[in-house]
């Protein structure tokens, strides 16, 4: 849980989904005034209705009156029938149905849950996947999920496998500040990694990518890195330690782990405190936490008919827990401000007194998360991973105390925890007011977190907050953004949400979710005991509208900018690719160690040759390159690519680079001045990849304009003595 991070079979499914709940959910009678447009849905025609977004982007097909069925005396698996499903709609979708593969079916009352994973080129594709929700006969009810097409672009430097390995242990030793030799690398092979699946930094390009897990021996640090052996950089990084009846509860009693140590309860490493049956141990932290697995495991027992511990619990299908863990070699210091679920170790991590009952459900639920949907643990679909954990354990805290209810600390996480480490603040969040603790409460608000520096995997705390909101309108009910929500309680809510989990894809953004949910309420009309209705599922889809899930982010990580709007062509007036010297720019060097050279990557054109503007460690004033005049046509744009690495492995404080531009050589503008830049700088620290920017020339047609593009600040220190700034295929052009 963050401060760190402070959380299911499926119900079953209506044999009929109700055409008229979903046309609400393209332009609902009680839709609001102050959310924006709905998210756009267009009827096929084939009997489904497809999920296209504002950014041309179909996220999955819906059925419109009834499951889509198999054709007459088909008979086979799941997999089969889903199969068949995706060939006939692959194409409304814009995927290739031959690139998937069956990855799984989860049987659930009333029907099916499918997953099919991406392969290109036979290597696995990150966060490309799709779900397949079938009915008892192997009727459609919805396919979700994005994957790419298009050539894979594959590395052209020789970069050694052993080379990947020191870049990853680097880059892990100096984000959690830890020596690099403690550090163990284990190779889990090439995968196809595309930026757009994950909203993250970059082009929308297919990049062969080698996959690695990067730990310490006591599962403290857990990371999955990707390299980009053509880049020779980090391509996506995120911790696997997501901040568990068969109880074994160890302790370590504050003793300082260090880094041989290891945390693990095993009763070899960690000796057991208390193990399934036993009384009392007499250690307030291990019987707490002991008797909080218990209820949570009730819950999930209860409420999804799942044995948490046989899902999570490994082959002895045990709940394991470590208390009082001590590590000053590790950023969480000691005592460990925080408590994770650790996915190396299979169990749960916990600091002196950060032991509560929301906290306990809320870590246990990424285990549950790692083994149903999956969610990736950057971006948004991190954002979504934290709030399903946050939902799960304010859900269970609740229905044990049901005293809570109604109180000013109800909507509270972590709120019951007595923390000994003095940074760790409590509570960690409020999901009725996620502005509390200064987390956006929809999608475009200003509290958004980019997270730049990815120090936050891409603001996957801040910004579990719209989801947050969502739980507690559909739970509690409340007037939120020109919408009336009416509650619908806790078992309801559970129930629905525990549904979304299995349907959920690796990659989900807030769109997905924002049709997952209201989906997830239908499909539990009519399943006994539940009492959900369709009026209920009315209030589910004014949740995801109030909380704005259906909209783009008010402050997004840089991605890359398209040239033109859909069905438009670029008409190029100038290009600079940089795949020779530049003769028609100049450089203006004020420091130390500047210069221009050749960029001996593939870069995002397949060119051999990029601007690299390197400085080692020192002071610089100024650092600039300038352009010749260049003519800019009327309703003319620029777009450039560009990657920095401001500090070799990690952040630091260093230079900012800009792009300007001066129509006279003497006064200079900041381009991201114009309007409707994107992406437009300045930028600094580590862009994880290339990024674009794009600008509006249209106020200078006409015009013969210089362009130049400068760095200034420090440029390192002892740890990080260089900094990078890349730019490759400026170009001025126009939209026709």
């Known amino acids: ?221 857990d990371y999955t890195i990707f390299v980009d052996p053509g880049f020779e950089s980090v391509a996506l990084a995120y911790s696997n330690n997501h901040e568990a009846v068969n109880r074994k509860v160890c302790d370590l009693d504050n003793r300082d782990v260090g880094v041989p140590e290891s945390a693990a309860c095993d009763d070899v490493t960690v000796a057991y405190s208390r193990l399934e049956g036993q009384g009392p141990s007499g250690i307030a932290d291990v019987d707490t936490v002991y008797d909080n697995l218990g209820e949570t495991a009730e819950q999930y027992s209860r409420l999804a008919g799942l044995d948490v511990s046989a899902l999570v619990g490994g082959e002895d299908r045990s709940l394991r827990a470590t208390t009082r863990v001590c590590a000053t070699g590790y950023q969480e210091g000691c005592p460990l401000a925080n408590a994770f679920w650790s996915d190396t170790l299979q169990q749960l991590v916990y600091g002196d007194g950060v032991t509560g009952l929301d906290v306990t459900a809320h870590e246990l639920a990424h285990g549950v998360t790692a083994h149903t949907s999956q969610l990736y643990y950057v971006y948004q679909s991190g954002a979504i991973n934290e709030s399903m954990s946050d939902v799960f354990g304010n859900l269970i805290d609740l229905a044990v105390n049901p005293e809570k209810q109604g109180s000013a600390e109800a909507w509270f996480i972590g709120e019951d925890s007595r923390p000994a480490a003095a940074s760790m603040p409590v509570p960690l969040r409020s999901m009725a007011d996620p502005t509390a603790t200064k987390s956006p409460d929809r999608l475009t608000s200003s509290l958004w977190d980019a997270d730049p520096d990815h120090q936050d995997f891409g603001g996957v705390h801040s910004n579990s907050g719209p989801g947050n909101k969502a739980a507690y309108l559909i739970a509690q009910g409340d007037r939120f953004n020109g919408y009336d929500v009416r509650g619908l309680g806790l078992d309801k809510t559970f129930t629905i949400y525990w549904t979304a989990q299995r349907i959920l894809t690796s990659g989900a953004d807030y769109k997905e979710l924002f049709h997952v949910l209201p989906l997830s309420c239908q499909k539990n009309i009519g399943k006994p005991g539940t009492g959900i209705t369709e009026d209920d599922c009315a209030q589910v889809d004014k949740a995801v509208r109030a909380t704005e899930m259906h909209m783009d982010a008010a402050e997004s990580a840089p991605v890359a900018a398209a040239y033109c709007p859909a069905g438009e062509q670029v008409e190029a007036s100038y290009t600079q690719a940089f795949d020779a010297p530049p003769v028609d720019w100049d450089v203006d060097s004020e420091g130390s160690g500047l210069s221009v050279a050749d960029f001996g990557f593939a870069n995002v054109n397949r060119g051999a040759d990029a601007l690299l503007l390197s400085t080692t460690e020192g002071e610089i004033e100024e650092t600039s390159v300038t352009s010749e005049p260049v003519p800019v046509p009327a309703g003319g744009r620029l777009r450039l690519d560009y990657s920095t690495l401001f500090g070799l492995y990690a952040p630091v404080d260093g230079p900012t680079a800009r792009l300007e531009y001066s129509t006279d050589g003497l006064l200079w503008l900041p381009a991201q001045s114009l309007a409707g830049s994107r992406n437009g700088g300045p930028w600094s620290g580590h862009s994880y990849g290339w990024s674009s920017a794009r600008y509006d020339l249209s106020s200078l047609a006409g015009h013969h304009v210089r362009f130049r593009i400068s760095v200034e600040g420090t440029t390192g220190d002892d740890n990080n003595p260089s900094s990078v700034l890349n730019v490759d295929n400026v170009k001025v052009y126009t939209c026709r």
């Open 1 to 221: 849980m963050r401060y760190r991070r402070a959380v299911g079979g499926l119900a079953a499914l209506a044999t009929v989904i109700s055409g008229s709940a979903l046309v609400a959910l393209a332009a609902p009678s009680y839709a609001g005034s102050s959310t924006g447009p709905a998210f756009p849905v267009e009827r096929s025609g084939d009997g489904v209705t497809l999920l296209e977004g504002a950014d041309g982007v179909v996220r999955g097909l819906l059925a419109d009156d009834a499951p889509v069925a198999l054709p007459q005396g088909m008979t086979g698996s799941p997999e089969d029938a889903a199969r068949t499903h995706l060939e006939r709609f692959a194409a409304k979708m814009g995927i290739d149905a031959d690139t998937l593969r069956p990855a799984g079916a989860s049987k659930v009352a009333g029907g099916e849950v499918v997953r099919l994973q991406q392969y290109i080129n036979g290597l696995p594709v990150v966060a490309g996947d799709v779900t397949a929700t079938l009915d008892h006969s192997g009727g459609l009810e919805a396919l979700l999920g994005e994957t790419v097409s298009g050539v894979v672009e594959a590395p052209t430097s020789l970069f050694s496998d052993a080379r990947a390995r020191v870049v990853a242990r680097e880059y892990v030793a100096d984000k959690a500040d830890v020596p690099a030799l403690g550090l163990r690398v284990e190779d889990q092979g090439d995968w196809i990694y595309n930026p757009r699946l994950l909203g993250a930094p970059g082009p929308a390009v297919n990049r062969e990518t080698q996959k690695l897990h990067v730990s310490s021996r006591d599962g403290l640090i």
